[in-house]
Structure formats: C-alpha cells, structure tokens
C-alpha cells in the first residue's frame, strides 16, 4: 500500500509541471518578442534552446499540458487536402497607388485632401501619418479573446484563403496578444521577407543545387518567395522559410477600442506584442511628405541591391524590398 508522502508527491507532480510549463512559454513568448519585434534578443540562441527542448518535453510527459499558443505548436507537420474559403466580415480592399512621387505629386495629394476636408487656404496643414508599404502576401489575423484562431489571405477582397496552418509557423506573428481580452480583434498586415534573409535564402539554395539536390530553385524576389509559401498547403515550407510580418491596420473589432489616429494604432500594435514598421512618422502637409519619402529614398539608396544569379543562366536581377511611402 503506498504511503500518503507518494500519494501526494504523484498528486502533485502534474500541477508542478503545468506551473513550470506555464513559466515556459511566458518567458519563451517574451524573448521571441525581444528577438522578432524588439530587434534586441535578450539571450543566445542556444539558451532559447534550452528552454524550447525542456518545453518539449514536459509537453510530451503530459500532453494535457499542450495549449494552442505553445511555441512548440508553430510547425504543423500535416499536408491538408486543400485551402478553405474564408468570409472577411470586413472587405479587406487594397490602398490607392500614387505614381507621380515627384514633390508636385505629394502636392496635388495634399491639395486632393484638403479639398475633401473642406478646409480653406487660412485653415493649418493636416497631419498625416507616414509609414512604409512593403511587397508581400496582405493578411488578415483573426484574434479572440486575445488569441489567433485563424489567418487568412486578401484573396479577393470579399473571400481570402484560410492561410492558418502556415502562419502560425511565422515566430514574429504571436499566437496571443499582450493584455487583449477584446471577443474579436482582426489585425492586417504584410507577410513579407527581409532582404538580407532574402539573399541567406538563394545562397541556401545555390548550395542544394551545387550538392546535386532535386527540385530545388532559386527565387526571383523576396514577395514571391514569401507569398508563395504561405498558400502552400504543407506548413513545414513556410516553417523552412525566413518569414516577417509587420502590422498595420483593423477588421473586424468587437470590444475593443480602437485609437483615434493611425500612429496610435501603431503604437497600440507594439504594446501588444505585433511587430509594426519601425520607419513610421507623423508629418504635416505637403512639405512633411515630400521630406519624408526623400529620407525613403536617400535609406534605399544607401542600402546595397540584393542580386539574384540563376545557376542555368548565370544572369544577374537587382531586386530589393519593395517599401514606399504612404500616407
């Protein structure tokens, strides 16, 4: 007959675990935010390791201790028999393109504004919100009560593509947001790949197809490589790849209130653990815009060009990342 000392140690072994599997996941959360949002990881790679392997293994030793927003269910291994359509509850549209980017162009906009506005020659210039456009895959997260159940693609702006299973491979895009308790919080933004990771990647590949590797390629631009995958049907594609998202607009939103102008949301997006582009600025009336995509322009300019060399043709494609400025 076991002792009541056994009895209680294995009655409470379950509980220590769920407690240390708790701690886990907060404090793998916290330094996949320092890494993927903050840009300033907090310990090396191989202690993140550490912790990730001992994360795996009480899971394993008890798998009612598995939640689904542990980093260990990032990578789903199974191929699904096909994309499912998704409703968006609000159209997801695309933004107006302004082609002359010349300072006279940045003035007609303003002048195109103030007219709408209603607002007079006498009245201050308006306040504009100045942020990068990046060329990748727009995306809509839907959160509730705080937690991501379910990724979706623009598709048409009516119906998207439930992109699910591939975006929880994406460690910048959180399974669960900070302090949001809202019943529906639908986040968009740009599933899209750095240049430097862009150029790791084709260099990556060369090598598969130096070895000798089958079904291997080099990839023409960093959108295509990043909007490709993601509408695959196998999520362990898109885990292989070094994905970013950066967010930058609402959906649908149920019980939360949204902040009055767009740098506060923003702002808001970071304090709740979303990566949103750091490059962003509030500026004031046409003058404000013509500096501001000048500073776009002299940033790209220093930025050396990514080059593509196809081992069949050995020919060369400057391609970079694709970011204008929007008001």
Same mark, same amino acid.
């Given at each position: 007959m076991?002792?009541?000392a056994s009895?209680?140690?294995?009655s409470?072994?379950?509980?220590?675990a769920?407690?240390?599997a708790?701690?886990?996941?907060?404090?793998?959360?916290?330094?996949?935010?320092a890494?993927?949002?903050?840009d300033?990881?907090?310990?090396?790679?191989a202690d993140?390791?550490?912790?990730?392997?001992e994360?795996q293994a009480?899971e394993?030793?008890?798998?009612?201790l598995?939640t689904?927003?542990?980093?260990?269910?990032?990578?789903?291994?199974?191929?699904?028999?096909?994309?499912?359509?998704?409703?968006?509850?609000?159209?997801?549209?695309?933004?107006?393109t302004?082609?002359d980017?010349?300072?006279a162009?940045?003035?007609k906009?303003?002048a195109?504004?103030?007219?709408?506005?209603?607002?007079?020659?006498?009245?201050?210039?308006?306040?504009?919100?100045?942020e990068?456009k990046?060329?990748?895959?727009?995306?809509?997260l839907?959160?509730?009560?705080?937690?991501?159940?379910?990724?979706?693609?623009r598709?048409?702006? &009516?119906?998207? !593509?439930?992109?699910?299973?591939t $975006?929880?491979t994406? /460690?910048? *895009?959180?399974? %669960?947001l900070?302090g949001i308790a809202a019943?529906?919080l639908?986040?968009?933004?740009?599933?899209f790949?750095?240049?430097?990771d862009?150029?790791?990647?084709n260099?990556?590949?060369r090598?598969?197809i130096e070895s000798g590797?089958?079904?291997e390629?080099?990839f023409?631009n960093?959108?295509?490589?990043?909007?490709?995958v993601?509408r695959q049907?196998?999520?362990?594609?898109a885990?292989?790849r070094?994905?970013?998202?950066?967010?930058y607009?609402l959906?649908?939103?149920?019980g939360w209130?949204i902040?009055?102008?767009?740098?506060?949301l923003?702002?808001?997006?970071?304090?709740?653990?979303?990566?949103?582009?750091?490059?962003? &600025?509030?500026? !004031?009336?046409?003058?404000?815009l $013509?500096?501001?995509? /000048?500073? *776009?322009a002299e %940033?790209?300019?220093?930025?050396?060009?990514?080059r593509?060399a196809?081992p069949?043709?050995?020919r060369?494609?400057a391609?970079g990342?694709?970011p204008?400025p929007?008001?």
């Amino acid at each position: 007959m076991a002792s009541p000392a056994s009895e209680a140690k294995r009655s409470s072994a379950p509980a220590a675990a769920g407690k240390r599997a708790a701690r886990l996941r907060d404090e793998l959360a916290r330094h996949a935010h320092a890494y993927y949002v903050l840009d300033a990881p907090q310990i090396p790679d191989a202690d993140y390791d550490v912790l990730f392997q001992e994360l795996q293994a009480l899971e394993a030793e008890h798998p009612d201790l598995i939640t689904p927003d542990s980093p260990t269910q990032r990578v789903i291994g199974a191929v699904l028999e096909g994309l499912e359509p998704v409703h968006h509850a609000v159209p997801m549209l695309s933004i107006n393109t302004e082609t002359d980017t010349t300072a006279a162009g940045a003035e007609k906009f303003d002048a195109r504004i103030r007219k709408s506005l209603g607002l007079v020659a006498d009245d201050p210039p308006v306040q504009y919100a100045a942020e990068m456009k990046f060329d990748g895959l727009a995306i809509n997260l839907r959160y509730e009560a705080g937690a991501l159940v379910q990724a979706a693609t623009r598709g048409d702006g &009516e119906t998207g !593509e439930d992109v699910t299973h591939t $975006v929880r491979t994406i /460690a910048a *895009v959180p399974k %669960r947001l900070k302090g949001i308790a809202a019943p529906v919080l639908e986040v968009r933004g740009e599933v899209f790949m750095r240049r430097d990771d862009f150029a790791a990647l084709n260099e990556r590949q060369r090598k598969l197809i130096e070895s000798g590797a089958k079904g291997e390629k080099t990839f023409v631009n960093p959108r295509n490589a990043a909007a490709g995958v993601v509408r695959q049907l196998d999520a362990r594609n898109a885990a292989r790849r070094p994905l970013s998202f950066f967010a930058y607009g609402l959906g649908e939103v149920v019980g939360w209130s949204i902040p009055p102008t767009q740098t506060a949301l923003l702002d808001a997006f970071d304090a709740m653990g979303l990566p949103a582009s750091p490059m962003h &600025e509030k500026v !004031e009336g046409a003058a404000g815009l $013509v500096a501001f995509h /000048a500073r *776009v322009a002299e %940033r790209r300019a220093r930025a050396a060009p990514v080059r593509v060399a196809p081992p069949t043709s050995r020919r060369s494609a400057a391609v970079g990342a694709g970011p204008g400025p929007r008001a």
